[in-house]
């Protein structure tokens, strides 16, 4: 059973900064796609930032220049630090990682991030 867990989350004011960590025991997150959603209320799902078993990272245009997505092998965990916060970006924050071996999707529990003006 693979578990993920998001933390970092919490209320911050516009222009601040978070730094999410989705952790995961084994190396999951080291050897498949991960990604970072979010969703508001009211509003769908939505992908914020992804990086590939091989590195390569894709971001949302609302995101892009203010987050950044990156892997720490060793630890077994992926980050998402987010810069120049605005309220829009209030959200939970859920960390999502396709096994390409099982061809399952899992998903955390997600973490809120507020935003305040």
């Known amino acids: 059973q693979v578990q993920l867990v998001e933390f970092g989350g919490g209320l911050v004011q516009a222009g601040g900064s978070l730094r999410l960590f989705c952790a995961a025991s084994?190396?999951?997150?080291?050897?498949?796609?991960v990604g970072w959603y979010r969703q508001a209320p009211g509003k769908q799902r939505e992908l914020v930032a992804g990086?590939?078993?091989?590195?390569?990272?894709n971001y949302a245009d609302s995101v892009k220049g203010r987050f950044t997505i990156s892997r720490d092998n060793a630890k077994n965990t992926v980050y998402l630090q987010m810069n120049s916060l605005k309220p829009d970006d209030t959200a939970v924050y859920y960390c999502?990682?396709?096994?390409?071996?099982?061809?399952?999707?899992?998903w955390g529990k997600g973490t809120q991030v507020t935003v305040s003006s």
């Open positions: 084994g190396r999951i997150l080291s050897i498949n796609d």
């Open positions: 999502n990682v396709y096994n390409k071996a099982t061809l399952l999707s899992y």
């Open positions: 990086i590939s078993s091989g590195g390569s990272t």
